[in-house]
């Protein structure tokens, strides 16, 4: 399965590459060969290894073409094939406003903190908040300021007004301002820890922090 998310510099070169089509039926057309390609892989080798990043280009390409049924499907698709799959921002952007599009909000709400916590920079961006590096280490460079330079200008001009209201209402909630704080405090006690059984308690609450329990 594909457990790792691509690195930057691989993502860069994919956007350089990447222009998204300009017209609806060209949409479907490169979603139908991204999906061909990737089930082709998984026919010839048992497995989708996917080094090229399409199945993180086709929540952009969905978010855009906003079919939500297929877009639903394709979701359902990616969580079978690619389990443990960490993703990446822009991936998670387009996916939880789609959830939020088809009023799956609780769903939504729970990719949307992930999301948060994939790259504390995104949201603020998306939703017009001057953006401040944060003091606190990155342990990628999905987490940098800078990521927001590769969101696509096709995807920022395809979110609406009330759904920017969604993502702003929920960042600036208290439970989302909560997991913030407290996933910053996590990673600047990491830094100032090297016993081994401390770390473990504080990566455990990392991994719960995403979990929402409503």
């Known amino acids: 399965m594909g457990g790792k998310s691509l690195c930057l510099a691989v993502k860069r070169e994919i956007i350089q590459m990447f222009n998204i089509p300009d017209s609806e039926k060209k949409l479907k057309n490169t979603i139908s060969r991204y999906k061909s390609s990737l089930k082709k892989e998984k026919k010839t080798y048992g497995d989708i290894s ?52 088809m009023e799956r909000d609780s769903e939504a709400k729970q990719v949307a903190c992930d999301l948060m916590l994939s790259n504390l920079y995104v949201i603020p961006f998306v939703i ?7 003091d606190m280490w990155h342990s990628s460079n999905y987490e940098t300021p800078d990521f927001v330079e590769y969101i696509p200008e096709e995807v920022i001009g395809n979110i609406k007004e009330s759904e920017l209201n969604w993502l702003r209402d929920l960042h600036d909630s208290f439970e989302f301002r909560r997991i913030r704080k407290r996933y910053i405090e996590i990673y600047h006690e990491l830094d100032r820890t090297n016993e081994v059984k401390e770390r473990k308690i504080l990566l455990n609450e990392y991994y719960r922090l995403s979990v929402l329990t409503s």
Do not use: M, V
């Open 50 to 101: 996917d080094g090229s990043g399409k199945r993180y280009l086709l929540f952009s390409l969905y978010f855009i073409l906003n079919d939500l049924k297929k877009s639903s499907d394709y979701f359902e698709w990616y969580l079978s094939e690619f389990t443990d799959d960490t993703g990446e921002p822009i991936q998670k952007l387009c996916w939880a406003i789609s959830l939020h599009r």
């Open 128 to 134: 017009g908040q001057k953006i401040e590096k944060i």
